[in-house]
């Protein structure tokens, strides 16, 4: 760790756990770490998204929990008055410094942060990457300032990827027949091995956020609380209550389980936009 105190603020981890271990190796690693930091969250429909929830940016203070090499302020860009990366991988916070972070080496689950300093909070593809999802939205929640925002997207809504009986059949055989002809889905068993191990609420069916949680943690902190489930595949029209449509292979799979793929419930992911009432 000598390097890490020369180079970052490193804060105090009380308990470095298996799944913070698989972050850190995987966002980290010199190849996959910068594989996903140019093909993650970097289509036009999620920059749309991104800028409508969270408005301009320009001179606030931003904190980014889980920033990993720095999507999503590589994708949005702007002029923050400080954007601080928070992450518990040495390595992509070496990447995220690159495009003008402040990193700090720590783990969300024990913000080293006063309370109610920020004024935009976000975390992205992240609460589900973490031991304790509620745990890790109250301590993000806890560094906004009245009047500003915390914004969650791209956790997988536990409702939507709850397979079951032909379902669950359907999608193992599907992963089977990536691997066996390599199709363009195909990742190499040491990489998606590695992916795997950090998605902590998203290895098999059951797991996810649900919408409860999100009301659960932050109402009683004083925020309004709106939440947008959504399929990925749409921009700004998220904030208008559309959600999209997943693809065939999910839906047919959910139909084999038991879900509606039109409903709300189906819908793959949650953007959460929760403002500090003043």
Not at 73 to 102: F, Q, W
Request: hydrophobic residues 40%; contains cysteine; aromatic residues 12%.
């Amino acid at each position: 760790m000598n390097g890490v105190e020369e180079t970052f603020v490193c804060a105090c981890i009380p308990m470095f756990t298996k799944g913070m271990q698989a972050n850190s190796y995987f966002f980290g690693h010199q190849k996959w770490g910068k594989e996903y930091f140019e093909n993650s969250h970097r289509s036009e429909t999620f920059k749309a998204r991104w800028r409508a929830a969270l408005g301009n940016w320009d001179n606030k203070i931003v904190a980014d929990i889980g920033c990993g090499p720095g999507n999503i302020y590589a994708s949005l860009g702007g002029s923050p008055k400080i954007i601080i990366g928070v992450d518990i991988s040495h390595g992509a916070l070496e990447m995220a410094r690159n495009i003008g972070y402040t990193p700090i080496l720590a783990d969300a689950h024990h913000l080293p942060f006063r309370d109610k300093f920020a004024d935009v909070v976000v975390a992205n593809a992240t609460v589900h990457h973490c031991d304790d999802m509620a745990r890790i939205l109250a301590e993000a929640a806890r560094i906004v300032r009245p009047g500003g925002l915390l914004v969650t997207d791209l956790d997988p809504q536990l409702s939507a990827w709850n397979f079951k009986g032909y379902g669950l059949v359907l999608r193992d055989i599907r992963f089977f027949f990536y691997r066996l002809f390599r199709s363009k889905y195909y990742i190499p068993l040491d990489e998606r091995n590695a992916r795997w191990k950090t998605e902590i609420h998203n290895q098999r069916p059951g797991d996810g956020i649900t919408p409860e949680l999100y009301y659960q943690v932050l109402e009683p902190l004083g925020f309004k609380v709106k939440l947008y489930p959504h399929n990925r595949d749409l921009g700004s029209e998220v904030l208008e209550g559309k959600h999209g449509q997943s693809p065939w292979r999910l839906r047919l799979a959910q139909r084999l389980s038991g879900m509606n793929p039109v409903e709300t419930s189906a819908a793959q992911s949650i953007m959460c936009i929760a403002k500090r009432i003043g």
